[in-house]
């Protein structure tokens, strides 16, 4: 199967009103601008090197996102150019965002990241920072961030009931927080969550942004490093 054809095929797996963020990460340029070619524009990584190497090297019109864990150090290299931050965990990484966003005159869309899975590894916000995070106002201040919503993922498990429970979870909480503090916000409406395996659950459940990879590229092959 091509890298088109995988791809054509997830579209019609999921509903127009989806945003499909095709997951790029350790694939060569060529592969992204096959894709871009046939017509997609939405491309998401998750290490700041590679995403600026690709942003140099592709057409300017697409639609960047950083979909994995963000260091604080690295934000005003992606500052300039980024459309959509996925991975924002923790109210500090959130200010540097904000400040680095200002010196670009930008307004940065960001989504934060909540903890639903049971490993200790994946990072978010639980649900009692980000609640504290929201009640102190202090996220009002920020005025170069736009929190476009939350994002999540699910345990890595055979479990799909278990997959189901915490997509619940986080859309539940996604439409409580929503209720709650942001109301008169018409920024606040994406729930980004549902990658390769599991992306159909997460659709069921009320995502709004699937982060697709694998089942579109192929799988990725890390030669010098276990770990994603
Ligand atoms: C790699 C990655 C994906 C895509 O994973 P696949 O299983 O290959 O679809 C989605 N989201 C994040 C945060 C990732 O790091």
Known sequence: MSITSNYRQILKNIPNNIT?????KTKPVEEIKELYDAGHKIFGENKVQELI?????LPKDIEWHMVGHLQRNKVKYIAPFVHMIHGVDSFKLLTEIDKQAEKNNRKQKCLLQVHIA???TKFGFSHDELTEALTSGEINTLKHVEICG???????????????????FLSN??????????KNSITFKELSMGMSDDYAIAIEEGSTMVRIGSSIFGQRYYPNCTNE
Request: proline share 0%; net charge negative; charged share 25%.
């Open 20 to 24: 499909l963020v095709a997951v790029s």
């Open 53 to 57: 190497q690709k942003y140099n090297s």
């Open 118 to 120: 049971q490993e200790e």
């Open 150 to 168: 939350l994002m999540g993922m699910a345990s890595f498990t055979e479990n799909t009931e278990q997959i189901r429970a915490e997509f619940r």
């Open 173 to 182: 909480y996604f439409h409580t927080l929503k209720e709650k503090y942001f």
